[in-house]
């Protein structure tokens, strides 16, 4: 089974290190996620306002951020609800299906219909590591300039070249993503004088390894 985006059960040094990157003044904290039946993996801006339009409160907007275990970080732009006796609460639920969002507040941030690009670090310095974050970014940042809010809990492409872009750029992203599963399993397998299994041509003592 491949690894997948996780919850962090805990604030690593490395985990502080990343939010300081993206919100210097605020500190990530674990948020007890409370969804509702039809909020399953939804939209969370319109789950958070349609909660403030029912019980008050306020939405907050910041970062999601998830790992790829020993792999790398990832921040995604997220809303929780902050309830009116000042409590946070995730009200969207995750692919992972975690209790809790590891979550930080930035007021800089505000969903104004457009994407704003998720982020990354690092955790490894295995060349597969890198190619598959400059692939993703390569997908968000089109994303960021070219999908609009189209309304009823849809974002899209209103150009047949900007789809085509996507997909074109959405395989490159999952091509590194296999090539790095491939040099994760190849790992275990190699000999550290072998060619590495990334591909670069080197061995993998001075490559991945």
């Known amino acids: 089974m491949h690894p997948r985006l996780t919850t962090p059960t805990a604030i690593t040094e490395s985990i502080q290190k990343f939010s300081n990157s993206l919100a210097s003044t605020e500190v990530p ?27 008050g409160g306020e939405i907050v907007y910041g970062w999601a951020i998830f790992e790829l275990p020993k792999l790398l970080l990832e921040a995604q732009f997220h809303a929780v609800w902050r309830a009116p ?25 505000a969903y104004e219909g457009k994407i704003i690009p998720s982020r990354q670090l690092a955790l490894s310095d295995d060349c597969s590591v890198a190619r598959l974050i400059i692939a993703s970014q390569a997908v968000w940042e089109h994303q960021a300039k070219f999908q609009v809010d189209m309304g009823d809990d849809q974002v899209g492409f209103t150009e047949q070249e900007h789809v085509n872009e996507h997909h074109r750029l959405e395989e490159l992203r999952l091509s590194a993503l296999n090539r790095l599963f491939d040099t994760l399993a190849g790992a275990a397998k190699v000999s550290r004088s072998q060619p590495c299994s990334c591909g670069s041509g080197k061995k993998y003592k001075k490559c991945c390894g």
Not at 32 to 55: H, I, P, T, W
Not at 85 to 109: I, M, P, R, S, W
């Open 29 to 55: 904290v674990l948020v007890a996620v409370r969804s509702g039946k039809k909020d399953d993996l939804g939209d969370c801006f319109v789950n958070v306002q349609k909660m403030v339009e029912s019980r």
């Open 85 to 109: 006796d000042g409590e946070l609460v995730d009200v969207t639920k995750t692919d992972d299906k975690a209790q809790t969002t590891l979550f930080l507040a930035d007021n800089k941030l």
